[in-house]
């Protein structure tokens, strides 16, 4: 079973996905963790990826489908969470296309739904570790010590994509480019919506509730 969790910057869809794969055994699709790794390790695709982040803007479409390419012939699984992608039509259509030649699909779509203000409240107190990546948040699930990740001792930052300015103009993106994914994905798939507010846990109770029909 192959699922897609959309929706807005700081809705949760990372956490989700983490929680479904570890329970699942899933393969977990991440273009932010993807890209994250190849700007870390400096690569040609990071250096090009970090310009457009930075900016609070997408990724050009075929760059994010070669990384796709190359991670679902790496990742046979029973299943893969798409996490935060496909973001554009372009993207959709292209994964589709990917999927069909794997002779594969997409079962269903979620959307976790999240206001704006509930956004910037969460993102800006976002903090990622400099050596692991673990994420953390200083308002609900913050370091044991201030600065420092409880997973490999590395150091805590703030990401240059979680000031408010930055915020701002990805959910703009967001609301101009990936809601019309709503639109594609009720003609070709099921689709489902869920209240991001109502917290982690409940959240992944509805996700597995789908998951079980």
């Keep these: 079973m ?9 809705s949760g869809k ?3 996905a983490e929680l479904l794969t570890s329970q699942l055994n899933y393969a977990h699709f991440s273009t932010g963790n993807v890209f994250r790794d190849h700007i870390t390790r400096k690569t040609p695709i990071g250096e090009q990826a970090q310009k457009y982040i930075n900016q609070g803007k997408l990724v050009p479409d075929d ?3 070669d990384v796709a390419k190359d991670f679902l012939a790496h990742n046979q699984k029973p299943g893969i969470i798409f996490d935060g992608f496909p973001r554009t039509i372009g993207q959709a259509q292209g994964l589709d296309k ?5 002779q594969n699909k997409i079962d ?3 959307f976790i ?8 409240k969460r993102l800006t107190a976002r903090r990622t570790c400099l050596t692991c990546h673990a994420i953390y948040n200083l308002d609900f699930k913050p370091p044991r010590k201030p600065g420092i990740c409880d997973v490999c001792g590395g150091k805590l930052y703030q990401r240059s994509d979680d000031t408010e300015p930055v915020i701002k ?7 101009g480019q990936t809601r019309a994914l709503k639109d594609y994905y009720k003609k070709t798939h099921h689709i489902y919506e869920i209240d991001g507010t109502l917290g982690k846990d ?5 996700i597995v509730k789908l998951i079980k029909k």
């Design 113 to 120: 739904e999240l206001p704006e203000t509930e956004i910037i």
């Design 63 to 65: 760059v994010v489908l």
């Design 98 to 102: 990917v999927l069909n030649e794997w």
């Design 14 to 16: 990372g956490t989700q």
């Design 2 to 10: 192959n699922i897609i969790l959309s929706g807005p910057p700081g």
């Design 202 to 206: 409940q959240v992944f109770q509805e």
């Design 108 to 110: 269903f779509v979620i």
């Design 169 to 175: 103009q990805r959910f703009m993106v967001y609301e």
